[in-house]
């Protein structure tokens, strides 16, 4: 298996998930802004969603990362690789909290994650499932190089489907 990395950017860090995470993860995943992920959640739900994204590198080889602004310390969001029953490919995923956003800190790490993924992890595609009114993270898709592949599966009948390594299939 795959050690949890620990990644750095000019400003970020991307390190392994604590449970000082989980109050902030909980707030966010409650409120309207989750409804892009198909919420908001419960508190048990979202629970469970946080540890999954814990367990997932050791199911897996990957899971997410928590993003930290190196200057300040403060915790920005999340970047993550979803596996598993509920991910048709292996899923480039992220959040920034409301507080961080337009300050492009979902751009730089998913970035860093997604050149772990091809260099260091290997994998062989990577897709990132976005409901189609979320026209920031479409556009953030995009932005990393991303391609619409209408032809992919998905875990959501709604959603968007962008190809990370554009002519490769899963």
């Known amino acids: 298996m795959f050690p949890i990395p620990t990644l750095t950017t000019s ?10 995470d989980w109050p902030s993860y909980r707030q966010l995943m409650s409120t ?10 419960s508190e048990a739900v979202a629970w469970g969603m946080f ?6 590198w050791d199911l897996f080889g990957c899971g997410a990362l928590m993003i930290d602004d190196q200057a300040t310390g403060a915790c920005v969001g999340q970047v993550g690789i ?4 509920l991910f048709p490919e292996w899923e480039l995923g992220w959040f920034v909290y409301p507080e961080f956003e ?6 730089e790490a998913a970035k ?4 772990w993924a091809k260099e260091v992890r290997r994998l062989p595609s990577l897709v990132s499932y976005v409901d189609a009114d979320n026209v920031r993270s479409s556009a953030l898709a995009m932005r990393l190089g991303a391609v619409l592949d209408g032809n992919a599966a998905r875990p959501a009948p709604g ?5 990370h390594y554009p002519g490769v299939s899963g």
């Open 11 to 20: 400003r970020l860090i991307l390190r392994p998930m604590r449970i000082e």
């Open 32 to 41: 309207e802004r989750a409804r892009f992920m198909g919420g908001p959640f």
């Open 51 to 56: 540890c999954s994204d814990h367990a997932q």
């Open 82 to 85: 979803n596996a598993g029953p």
């Open 102 to 107: 337009g300050r492009g800190y979902a751009h």
């Open 112 to 115: 860093a994650l997604l050149q």
């Open 159 to 163: 959603d968007l489907v962008y190809r």
